[in-house]
């Protein structure tokens, strides 16, 4: 029996049990359905997209979205020690803080803006910035490029030329313009929160990982939540937990996991035959994604990272990288970032612009001609569209049924629509268009509204930004409470994006540590209280 048991080695799940072990008095376990962060290009930024070809990703086939002609796309999530953090584009974002106190709208008391600064300030060691914004000093690096590509640096000039102002610092408080996206670096390698909080913390004896285990239930005895049950070397154990159990499973895996418990909408688990522990009705609802698409472009001439898929080319980036830990090994190719209006009617920015200059970036998609391009990323960050996460059936070995609902809403498609023709208005400035032979995607006039719309239906996808199946609250469909304990079950919390009760407007990566931070927080609060009665 241990104290804490903290269920998934991701984002949040590395901060929450690097910080409970923090405390001598406590003994913590955490569970990680992964393998350990050994993989070399989990560490080098460039060959993050490397990660997408193995075992570090659990994939799953989404519901048909019937409104793209009923597609079957895959969702991918972590499945590494890190999670996302250690295979994503690391980007750090943190939203705006109207997100936040949205939530606190929403029946988050106690997580507005300047409630959740501090622990995002407590995570950070920022390179450049120590301002009220900012933090330094945390375990988190936080570093600006140590290379930027010559062809970024001209499409932030074609934004400019376009009316857009330059923003130095998007996490300010304010996102409003086009600039240099800061990355979850440090001294040119990626800082993921396995890196910056949880091998730190396993020289402690108190804490215990465990790699390469799947969880299959929380166990549940007399309406608390008392251990989990795993597998391990082929048969299932039973872990048992004093004090709680902390899910940081992710935003598909932690609702799957409640509802494989028995902690579901009690219909739904009837009718896949699990019994019911606690009829909770907000589980798996509220699910939430950011939809992106991509805009791609041929160039005259060998202006972009395409030029690296030549041998030499990589030798000699490898060698740079080497000797000085600089050059393209240390970009994370997404380098250019802009935050801009969709709907002009609403009050703060809602497209997020992610420049790469390299084709081909993006999974399906073939080399422009020529073998030389570049890519525009157009995300939409505050969807009103709502899907719902299932079970197929009661055995853990089969996969949920993700219904993301994408593109529900007109609203959507209006902003997605939007966002294509400020892209093309940006691409068609001198400053790149000096650069460029021809649009390769869409590759054909977009005049009318129709020709827009199919084109979005065409190529937009989910962002891998999935939250709210967990939805923090305290109405009916809520399923955790503001210090994300789960309704109507005791020592049970959860503690990954699955509690949000809206998408922050950015990647994920950063608000997810923010919540591993505050739920270890929570935690050491209750449990001092509890000491001092």
């Not at 949880?198 to 549940?220: D, F, G, M, W, Y």
């Not at 994408?406 to 068609?428: F, N, S, T």
Request: net charge neutral; aromatic share 8%.
């Amino acid at each position: 029996m241990v104290d804490y048991i903290v269920v998934g080695g991701g984002s949040a799940g590395c901060v929450t049990a690097s910080r409970l072990s923090e405390d001598p008095g406590v003994s913590v376990v955490l569970i990680e359905q992964g393998p350990r962060d050994w993989n070399p290009y989990i560490h080098m930024p460039v060959t993050y997209y490397k990660t997408a070809k193995g075992n570090l990703l659990s994939r799953y086939t989404l519901a048909p979205v019937k409104q793209q002609g009923n597609i079957t796309p895959t969702m991918v999530q972590g499945r590494v020690l890190g999670g996302g953090s250690s295979v994503n584009a690391m980007v750090y974002i943190r939203g705006c803080p109207q997100d936040y106190d949205g939530w606190v709208a929403a029946g988050a008391d106690g997580w507005s803006y300047r409630e959740v600064l501090p622990f995002f300030k407590r995570a950070e060691d920022n390179e450049r910035f120590s301002n009220e914004a900012h933090g330094t000093g945390g375990p988190l690096g936080v570093s600006d490029q140590r290379y930027t590509h010559p062809l970024t640096k001209a499409w932030l000039k074609a934004c400019q030329e376009a009316g857009l102002p330059f923003n130095p610092d998007f996490n300010s408080g304010s996102q409003a313009g086009c600039g240099l996206y800061q990355l979850t670096t440090r001294d040119g390698r990626r800082s993921s929160a396995a890196v910056a909080y949880l091998h730190p913390a396993e020289k402690r004896r108190n804490l215990t990982v465990k790699t390469s285990q799947q969880v299959t239930r929380i166990v549940i005895e007399k309406g608390r939540a008392v251990g989990v049950e795993y597998v391990e070397g082929g048969r299932k154990v039973v872990l048992r937990a004093e004090r709680e159990v902390i899910l940081c499973s992710g935003a598909i895996g932690s609702p799957r996991l409640l509802l494989l418990s028995g902690i579901g909408p009690a219909e739904h688990l009837r009718s896949v035959g699990v019994p019911v522990a606690h009829d909770l009705k907000g589980v798996g609802r509220n699910l939430q994604d950011h939809m992106d698409m991509y805009m791609i472009y041929q160039l005259k001439g060998a202006d972009s990272y395409d030029k690296y898929k030549k041998l030499h080319w990589q030798l000699w980036a490898g060698l740079e990288y080497a000797l000085f830990r600089t050059g393209p090994v240390t970009s994370n190719v997404c380098e250019g970032g802009l935050f801009w209006w969709g709907h002009k009617s609403d009050p703060l920015p809602d497209l997020q612009y992610h420049f790469l200059p390299g084709a081909g970036v993006e999974a399906g998609v073939g080399d422009v001609p020529g073998g030389n391009g570049c890519t525009l990323n157009i995300c939409q960050t505050r969807p009103r569209s709502r899907g719902t996460i299932t079970l197929r059936s009661a055995d853990p070995a089969d996969q949920p049924v993700i219904d993301p609902n994408y593109l529900a809403e007109p609203y959507d498609m209006d902003c997605l629509i939007e966002g294509v023709k400020v892209a093309q208005e940006i691409m068609a400035k001198p400053a790149i268009k000096a650069f460029i032979a021809r649009e390769h995607l869409p590759g054909r006039p977009l005049s009318t509204r129709a020709d827009y719309e199919a084109f979005v239906r065409k190529e937009a996808q989910g962002a891998i930004h999935p939250c709210g199946a967990c939805r923090m609250g305290t109405d009916d469909m809520a399923v955790v409470d503001p210090q994300l304990r789960v309704h109507g079950i005791d020592g049970l919390r959860v503690a990954d994006t699955s509690i949000m009760p809206n998408l922050i407007s950015g990647n994920t990566n950063a608000p997810a540590i923010m919540i591993g931070e505050r739920v270890a927080d929570f935690i050491r609060g209750n449990r001092a209280a509890q000491e001092a009665a």
